[in-house]
């Protein structure tokens, strides 16, 4: 059966100041009305129920979870004692969800991204499956058509076509194959490449050989673990103690003694990059990380000044700004432009929009300066 | 006796969102922790006291008022049905003391100045309370040496010296005559003059015998109602149909009536101009009608960077703003210049520092746009 795992453990500062330590991105509401959170888990559903919905989060985010998708069983809660990157938490989430379903099939999803149409991706997901379900020691990957000579996500570079992509995975679209279905074009992966300076990229680019690693990942729980055995093997060690312990009165023990003590590695990197039958599926949907301020305005309907604007906002002489505020409070402007302007209950952002980057540099200096409140 | 008539009608917008239509300037404590209104009233102190004291202001502001001031007798606070401009306003104010103090010295005071020192200030009410008790038909001015071109206020040309200013004057401040007794020059009025041109206006500000008229007056309450008799008759009238009700149950009835009727003149320009025994008191004291968001920097720290804060906050390559917050509330900054930053619990103002006279146009805007509730 397929699960969904989706991971919500980060704690970002990008989106400061909606974005808080007691906040991180994932539980804000940045591409749409509701949470990507409870986006991301509701963009499953039908084809993936709430019994079959994990979300792995750190402890402290927990009541946030289960306040954001109050349907989601308890069970399928799983609470990391820390963060230790994604192969721990994927192979924490394996274990649980084999106890249920011995031959589930997991989809990894970053809890934090946007993507659109729901349905198509879906079909996506479903199609995938398929694959894996015909080909157990088979991981499948979405990549990304890169848009631009991006420098902050990893690179897939795709090899041979799968050829049996297509005819080997039934139309499981409500849109009909002949929507999509003929589009989703699958290859083996050839190589995984770190982020690359902007030369490499317009090179990866230019190539037309290579995707952006959106980190979905769609494979056995059972090959998980194998994988972990073969190259994560203090991972594997360790998340198997966890396993044994489930269902007893030691099992928090054991996890707050083992998790913090595994290393910790990126599955990508730890894992896929060394594995053999590793699939890459080109996304036929639109994909987003809204990883700044700049990606939010994409997500927003923009005034006739180019001022993208969630909240309310009243300006005179002022264009391409970026305002946010909460939705009973005026932002009002004159004579500025290219701003971001962040208004929240307790905390102001005003910065230049080509220097967004300083959002570290600020968390950083509000550290220094007695403001760690805030943070 | 010396009263003090603090006119508290107004309601600016230039310090939106500060000021609102519920909370004008004068609420505000701009230049000092507390109120303008409440550092007016207790800059006299102890040379006038509290019984002494009258604020007139609009009746909506009532109840402000009293709470700025907790220990101003219910019967010193004089509410105007709406704003009838100067002459009105200390008409109804000279009718109220009289019925208390037939001899009573006015000096009449905006509320909404900053000045210092307080204790140099009162000596130079004394000195003109005393020319006043000599001389029952004089009329005091203070005049404030211009130090630049400005053309927002209106200038007092002198006259003659009055020499006998010093001698007719006890040195009455604790400061000692020494101090700057000797300083304090009084001259006749030759002219007033309306807000000038630039032109205009460097031409006073090179001659030597021009200040700006600050809007502090001293003069017996029973000068103010001949004057008023002689050159603004309609006034004098309806205020004498006031005072003859003040104490009947028809009081209010009559203010009622009598008030919204009476000409909207300033007292400058419907008496004073056109009185003589006008003298003018060069201002011992520092004088600042806090007119703008940068003359309230003015009274406040700057950082290293240039930035004058008044709350909190935090700043990444931040020079030159001008930054106002709640107490609890954090603005943060990065690359940004010369801005004007003003956040308050419902409104936020994000605004270029010379670009400061739009705020008109916005607050247009914002009753347009249907932001009327943030006014």
């Known amino acids: 059966m397929l699960h969904a795992v989706v991971m919500a453990g980060g704690s970002g500062v990008r989106f400061w100041p909606l974005s808080r330590r007691a906040r991180p991105k994932q539980f804000l509401p940045l591409a749409e009305p509701r949470s990507m959170l409870t986006v991301t888990a509701e963009r499953c559903r039908p084809l993936i129920g709430r019994r079959q919905t994990w979300v792995v989060t750190n402890a402290a985010h927990a009541p946030l979870v289960a306040a954001m998708l109050p349907d989601l069983p308890a069970v399928n809660l799983l609470c990391e004692p820390c963060g230790r990157n994604t192969a721990a938490c994927i192979g924490l989430a394996a274990v649980h969800v084999l106890r249920q379903d011995a031959d589930a099939v997991l989809a990894v999803l970053p809890s934090d991204h946007a993507i659109t149409p729901p349905e198509v991706f ?18 499948v990957l979405f990549g990304i058509k890169p848009t631009n000579p991006a420098t902050g996500f990893g690179y897939i570079e795709r090899g041979e076509v799968l050829t049996q992509a297509n005819e080997s995975t039934p139309p499981l679209s409500p849109l009909g194959r002949g929507e999509w279905g003929t589009d989703v074009l699958a290859f083996h992966v050839r190589r995984f490449h770190e982020k690359p300076s902007r030369e490499v990229a317009e ?17 056995r729980a059972s090959n998980v673990l194998r994988l972990l055995a073969e190259f994560q093997p203090e991972i594997h060690e360790r998340v198997q103690r966890i396993a044994t312990a489930l269902g007893t009165t030691e099992a928090d023990a054991v996890l707050q003694h083992e998790f913090p003590r595994m290393p910790a590695i990126s599955i990508d990197h730890g894992v896929l990059e060394k594995a053999s039958n590793v699939i890459v599926l080109e996304a036929p949907f639109e994909w987003d990380d809204v990883g700044s301020w700049q990606a939010f305005a994409r997500w927003h309907d923009t005034d006739g000044d180019g001022n993208a604007v969630d909240g309310r906002h009243c300006g005179v002489d002022t264009h391409g700004c970026i305002v946010r505020s909460e939705p009973e409070h005026l932002v009002a402007t004159i004579g500025v432009d290219d701003l971001i302007i962040v208004q929240t209950p307790d905390a102001t952002l005003v910065a230049r929009k080509d220097d967004e980057n300083s959002i570290r540099r600020l968390v950083a200096l509000l550290e220094v300066r007695g403001h760690g409140r805030f943070l």
Chains 1, 2 share one sequence.
């Open 203 to 219: 090179q990866f680019l230019a190539s037309g050989s290579f995707y952006w690693n959106c980190g979905i990942f769609v494979w």
């Open 122 to 139: 879906r079909d996506a997901l479903a199609r995938a499956a398929a694959l894996v379900e015909a080909s157990p020691q088979t991981s």
